[in-house]
């Protein structure tokens, strides 16, 4: 089976600084992706632009029209995302609200023609959420099988973030997917959550944990260890850069209301290879045990938040695209990559549009 390249909605421009979504799947297109992750912000704008509200008709409707815009495209739609602050909530009232916007959810999945759902782990605050970890398996249990029970039925992808309050790295992820033990209900392995948790610690001058290379060997041996590759659902890949200074009050990325690792992450995340960015992190030997240990295929998609999305700037689609298109190819000649040759972009070949 082939390696097929991917990119999310979001890390082509953010919908508040004006970009698009069709501007943004045309950008897609044109530097040779496959596939694109949807990323619920954009459905909600592209529902307002469209129908004035973003009612649930509306979403479902809106949601119709983009698997048309992406199909005119030739690009797979591979997963909505993402469903956030779900699991262990405290709050029980709040979790039933939750379940019935998962229902949404599930309507939106057909609409658009896909069948994933990415579950991020929540980082809300500690006093928001249960310590009891059944609880939370208890809690992704019922939205498996509110999946399984759809027609046609409806995955979930479980993404440890680095920051999150209950789950913070993919093993205590994959924890979670064994104690769910539902065929719908898998990982999502993400080379930044992973590597800015065991790796990188952006309050450090340096960037790193202590004893970093180690504790990234000794993961990556426990995964390829423990994990069948049929568990993992989606992989999504992003760098990251050093940071020239230690995240603290005086860093212009740093918001007293997020962990610096979230904050971090919203500002600084590059794609694979952008070491003239400042990109540091070990995501090839991510990489090569998922792919080539593990033997992964299908989807690598790229997930890049970074503070140029936000620029009102109408060229920053097509340049974070002409950049993924590039960072794409190193992987492929990095890793061996199972590609069709119409997948790579050349910069010195433009492909037109139709």
């Known amino acids: ?16 600084a ?9 950008m897609a297109r044109k530097y040779g992706f496959e596939g694109i992750e949807l990323f619920y912000e954009d459905l909600v704008d592209f529902s307002n632009v469209t129908y004035g509200d973003a009612s649930a008709e509306s979403q479902i409707a809106a949601a119709g029209l983009v698997r048309e815009l992406c199909e005119a495209r030739g690009l797979e739609i591979i997963c909505l995302q993402p469903f956030m602050h779900y699991e262990g909530l405290v709050d029980r009232q709040r979790h039933q609200e939750r379940i019935e916007e998962m229902h949404l959810f599930v309507e939106l999945v057909h609409a658009l023609g896909t069948d994933l759902i990415l579950l991020p782990s929540s980082n809300l605050p500690a006093e ?4 009891d970890m059944s609880l939370i398996v208890d809690d992704m249990a019922e939205v498996a099988d509110i999946g399984a029970a759809a027609e046609p039925p409806v995955r979930f992808a479980f993404e440890a973030l680095c920051w999150g309050t209950r789950v913070d790295t ?7 997917v064994q104690r769910v033990n539902r065929k719908n209900f898998g990982l999502c392995i993400d080379t930044f959550n992973l590597t800015g948790r065991i790796y990188a610690d952006p309050t450090q001058i340096s960037g790193c944990t202590p004893d970093c290379e180690q504790a990234v060997r000794e993961s990556l041996a426990a995964m390829v260890a423990s994990v069948p590759v049929e568990r993992i659902f989606l992989l999504q890949v992003a760098d990251a850069e050093l940071l020239s200074q230690p995240m603290s009050p005086k860093h212009p990325f740093y918001n007293p209301e997020q962990p610096p690792r979230m904050s971090w992450s919203r500002n600084a995340r590059l794609f694979y290879g952008e070491s003239s960015y400042g990109g540091y992190l070990p995501v090839y ?3 090569k045990t998922v792919v080539q240990d593990l033997g992964f295929t299908g989807w690598l998609s790229f997930e890049v938040f970074n503070r ?9 689609p097509e340049e974070m695209a002409s ?4 960072s794409f190819e190193k992987m492929t000649n990095d890793l061996k990559l199972n590609v069709a040759s119409k997948q790579l972009y050349k910069a010195e070949e433009p492909r037109p549009m139709l």
Do not use: E, F, N, Y
Not at 128 to 131: E, G, L, S, Y
């Open 323 to 326: 950049r993924a298109a590039l």
């Open 128 to 131: 928001q959420m249960t310590t």
């Open 18 to 26: 004006g970009h698009t979504l069709p501007h943004k799947l045309d």
């Open 1 to 16: 089976m082939a390696h097929r390249s991917s990119i999310c909605t979001v890390s082509l421009g953010r919908a508040c």
């Open 170 to 176: 993919w093993d205590g992820s994959w924890d979670i």
């Open 285 to 287: 030997a991510v990489l």
């Open 308 to 316: 140029r999305l936000a620029d009102k700037d109408g060229s920053v």
